[in-house]
């Protein structure tokens, strides 16, 4: 009823020890779930009610609304969608070989959710130079997450709908509001998942070996569930010589744990995680991106 979410509110502001005279701003998106713009306008009403300011940023990517919200509060423009693109672009194309003669060619399945269009545009900033990405289940037509999608990949081990796979070409598919990504290839007639787990061990490996490269001695780490893999962890901890924490499951529990280290990686098998840098990391990488022994040419 009203006067319980009124109860509710008020016992949440006092356990937190919240200013209500404090001048609040919210910012919010959607994804494309038919129930998202009713909610939305919801959302507006209540904070109208509560005399906060808002900013509605209307159909975005999770990940998108991530940055967004990290931007504002560390007051680093440009805080927008388009701030978003050139962060993770420019990251993207540095990452590769100066080598390069192609560009990565990969068809992914977007669950007939918000990933479409962000990717497609990012695709375009990226530049054909560098990435050849093919849509699959890009809302034109379909259900969200029917049949497709990470979740449903994860869970019954084959292709979504709508994606035949070819030998010697990489695929992956996002969830329906585009914060989950596993990938995965045919091999030799077979179905092989690249999932959460594989993930954030081919990540873990890449950082070591970029930060024995730097010569930084930073506390990487590992944050799993008593659901990952086994082997994933024995990996890890025996051959990669990198410490694992086990934590019950939930994001929740993960990302916290994840910032005991300087970089603390976290991926659900579900494809759910990212990986988290310290300040001190920050530092670090800041102070050796000025050395000219680290600079690529």
């Given at each position: 009823s009203a006067?319980?979410?009124?109860?509710?509110?008020?016992r949440i502001v006092t356990e937190s020890s919240i200013d209500i005279n404090h001048p609040s701003h919210v910012i919010f998106a959607r994804d494309t779930r038919p129930s998202g713009e009713h909610l939305a306008f919801i959302l507006e009403q209540a904070l109208v009610a509560m005399k906060s300011s808002y900013d509605n940023f209307g159909v975005l990517t999770t990940p998108q609304l991530h940055y967004i919200v990290w931007s504002k509060n560390a007051e680093d423009p440009p805080s927008d969608k388009d701030g978003y693109y050139h962060q993770i672009s420019s990251a993207f194309t540095r990452l590769l070989p100066e080598s390069m003669t192609t560009p990565i060619a990969i068809t992914v399945d977007c669950a007939n959710g918000v990933g479409a269009g962000a990717l497609q545009k990012m695709a375009e900033v990226i530049g054909e130079a560098h990435l050849n990405a093919t849509l699959c289940n890009d809302g034109s037509c379909g259900v969200?997450?029917?049949?497709?999608?990470?979740?449903?990949?994860?869970?019954?081990?084959?292709?979504?709908?709508?994606?035949?796979?070819?030998?010697?070409?990489?695929?992956?598919?996002?969830?329906?509001?585009?914060?989950?990504?596993?990938?995965?290839?045919?091999?030799?007639?077979?179905?092989?998942?690249?999932?959460?787990?594989?993930?954030?061990?081919?990540?873990?490996s890449f950082i070591q070996e970029q930060l024995l490269l730097a010569n930084l001695k930073l506390n990487l780490g590992v944050v799993q569930s008593a659901y990952a893999n086994g082997s994933s962890t024995e990996f890890l901890c025996n051959k990669m010589n990198i410490p694992v924490a086990c934590m019950p499951t939930g994001v929740k529990h993960l990302h916290h744990k994840a910032k005991d280290f300087d970089v603390g990686i976290y991926f659900e098998a579900n494809g759910h995680g990212t990986v988290l840098f310290s300040e001190k990391a920050i530092k670090e990488f800041q102070s050796v991106s000025q050395d000219d022994r680290y600079i690529r040419a």
């Open positions: 006067e319980e979410l009124s109860d509710v509110i008020s969200l997450n029917d049949k497709c999608g990470a979740d449903h990949v994860k869970l019954h081990q084959c292709p979504p709908d709508g994606m035949t796979l070819e030998p010697g070409r990489r695929y992956a598919s996002l969830d329906g509001d585009a914060d989950r990504l596993v990938y995965f290839f045919e091999d030799n007639g077979k179905f092989r998942l690249m999932d959460g787990d594989k993930i954030a061990t081919l990540i873990a």
